[in-house]
């Protein structure tokens, strides 16, 4: 038994740990797809566990005498510190579908819903565009590469058990989502523009002609219109998204370094 000592030392810590890097996972964009395993998901907590571990500080990985009713809290921490960070860091996407969405609901898309792995859900066909439009560029500025460093980085400032469920990110989390409300609204504005024009443009042609049947065109112009509109700002989106996702990686390492 004495030989067992050693290894038996590390469960705990070794837990702690890997419950805060299973928070990311379970909360992260990407990864946290309902469409990836279960199972995988813990193979990679767990191996990312491993390569953490060997560098935490030491003094984070000495949780004290501690007992299995006191360790339950701990792990619930643990996992909200990791969730926290992929939440937040998951905000912009979630913006881009809510976006999507209403674009999609001007143009009359909104019957036309299908299946969205991501959420394990129906979705607007517009709204899942943009969410993987937004996940695209999420993976292309390294944003898992970038949580996976911030949630590592914390445990130099917060050790293993550490931290309580008060501490939680709210205000931060509400900044997230009020800055990100706003670029959903800079990326649909074009859309929504160009529809309302469109409208404006039908009403007024089904004044001066009645012969005109403008409710068996009008869907297709609309759709054309919004499609149309979308395709201009291509760039303008690309460029607002990235810089929010960017932006809130920042904040969230910001937040990672001064826990």
């Not at 067992?4 to 705990?12: K, R, S, W």
């Not at 003094?59 to 960070?85: F, K, S, Y």
């Not at 898309?109 to 969410?131: C, H, I, K, S, W």
Request: aromatic share 4%; proline share 5%.
């Amino acid at each position: 038994m004495s030989g067992l000592e050693p290894i038996l030392a590390h469960v705990v810590p070794f837990s702690l740990v890997m419950a805060r890097l299973a928070g990311l996972v379970v909360a992260a964009p990407i990864v946290s797809n309902v469409g990836v395993p279960m199972r995988a998901r813990a193979l990679v907590a767990v191996t990312l566990a491993v390569a953490v571990y060997p560098t935490v500080p030491h003094a984070a990985m000495d949780p004290g005498q501690t007992g299995w009713v006191d360790l339950v809290p701990m792990l619930v921490g643990e996992t909200l510190i990791g969730a926290a960070i992929g939440l937040i860091a998951a905000t912009p996407l979630l913006m881009m579908e809510m976006a999507g969405v209403t674009g999609g609901q001007m143009m009359g898309l909104g019957l036309a819903r299908v299946y969205n792995p991501e959420m394990d859900t129906d979705m607007d066909v517009m709204g899942q565009l943009m969410f993987m439009a937004a996940a695209a560029c999420f993976v292309s500025v390294g944003g898992l590469e970038w949580l996976f460093r911030c949630l590592a980085s914390t445990f130099a400032h917060v050790p293993a058990g550490g931290i309580g469920i008060s501490e939680a990110p709210l205000e931060l989390l509400v900044g997230v989502v009020t800055s990100g409300a706003e670029v959903a609204l800079r990326v649909s504005s074009p859309i929504v523009a160009m529809v309302l024009l469109l409208v404006v443009a039908i009403g007024f042609l089904g004044k001066t002609m009645p012969q005109l049947n403008v409710m068996s065109i009008g869907f297709i112009l609309k759709v054309m219109g919004g499609l149309s509109a979308l395709a201009l700002s291509t760039t303008a989106m690309h460029t607002a998204v990235g810089d929010e996702i960017v932006r809130v990686l920042r904040t969230v390492a910001d937040w990672a370094s001064g826990l």
